[in-house]
Each structure stands twice: as C-alpha cells, then as structure tokens.
C-alpha cells in the first residue's frame, strides 16, 4: 500500500477544504457560545467616520477576528493571507465566514517579491480604496509581537488609520509555537479590544515610519494585554503577555 505523508495529503484541494471549512464552523461554534465584551463600548460607533480602516493583529491571536465585523456594506473586510499550504486552508475558512481574501506575504526581507509581497500589497491599497476594511497580522514573519513597517506603509500610502484589535476567550488552549497562538474553546467568556489608533502622515519619512511602527506595536500589545486581563482577572496567562 503506497505511503501518503501529511504534507502531500494536506496539500491536496479536496483536504484543504475539508479542514477550511470544518475550521470555520468550529470558529463560528465558539463565537455563538461564548459572551464577549467590548471595549470601548461604543467603538462601532466612533470608528463609522474613519472607514475604511486597516485593522491590525498580531500573529496567533486573530482566529476569531472575522466575527468583529458587523453585517453592513460599511464593515465590509478582505484579510491578508499568505500563499502556503496552511494559507490555503485559512483562505477557505475566511471565505465561508464572509471575508474576503488577499493572497501574499507581508514578509519585506529578500523573500518580498517571490512571495508576492508586491501584488498583495497594491491589492490592499485597491481594497481600500473600494471601501473594503482590510485586516493583516502586524509582526514580521517568524518574530512575533514585533511590528514590522509593512502595515505603516500601506497607512502612509492608503492615508487610512491603522486600528490594532485584540481577541481573547477565558476557555483556550496556549500553544508552544512561535507566535504565541491561543486556540480558542466554545462555551466560555471573551473579550474584543480595540487599541489607540494610529495614523501616518502620506509622506511619512524614514523616522515617521520607525515612530509610526513602534505606536503600532505598543498599542496592539496594550489591547492584547487588555483583553487578556479581561478575560482571566487573577488568573494571568502567557498567550497575553
């Protein structure tokens, strides 16, 4: 009997769907049975005047972004998605949730064009202009919870605002993996966090930019410390932190 090893397997269309879309009716069970909190409160209604925005994440904690969105023309999103094989899963289970999907890399070392770092990223800028919200994992490939000058970049050249967002539920399981991922549980408590927005001028320099990235860091790590304090009060956790 021939050997089919996982890679193989899981590269192949009819797997990848399976798993896409098993995925995003698992997330959409933990959404449904979990309460979440807003904070702030009113941020639907403040954010109406800046759409559409660049929503930020960090690598990891994003599996539950898609049901940020509310259901109008005005929240319409695309996701940034990379073109690997796990991609091609995540692209699926985006998809059946009703977001749209970019495919490229955000990777802006050596790997940028083979990638597709430049298709995606004039892909981002049309969205944009189209009104689509467009959502990105903000840490360099690899490094997490380092913002690279990529999402500032595509700020300063769309002259939209970059708003960091934060998902956390009490009931998860912590990964050992580079990015910190928390694989989220049904039937919990949960909490979204928008952090301080950040804006970049359209002509923004070489300091702007450094400035501009280092906001977006600490922002975003301030709603992800946020909602993790949210969701465990006393209890802490590392996916947070």
Partial sequence: M??????????????????????????RLVWNTTRFALEPPNIYET???????????WHGQHFLVPFVRQKSDNF?????????????????AAERLGVGTIRGSGDHGKEFNRKGGVSAFKEMLTALEEGYNVALTADIPKVARICGLGIVKLASRSGRVILPVAVATHRRIEMNSWDRAAFNLPFGHGARVVGEPIRVPSEADDVELENARRAVEASLNAATKRAYEIVDGNRGGSAGG
Wanted: hydrophobic share 50%; net charge positive; glycine share 4%.
């Fill in 2 to 27: 021939p050997k089919i090893s996982l890679r193989r397997l899981t590269s192949t269309p009819w797997v990848q769907k399976a798993i896409g879309v098993t995925a995003a009716e698992y997330l």
């Fill in 47 to 57: 954010v109406v005047k800046d759409l559409p925005v660049i929503i930020a994440l």
């Fill in 76 to 92: 319409r999103a695309k996701v940034l998605i990379s073109r690997h094989r796990d991609g091609e899963i995540n692209a699926i």
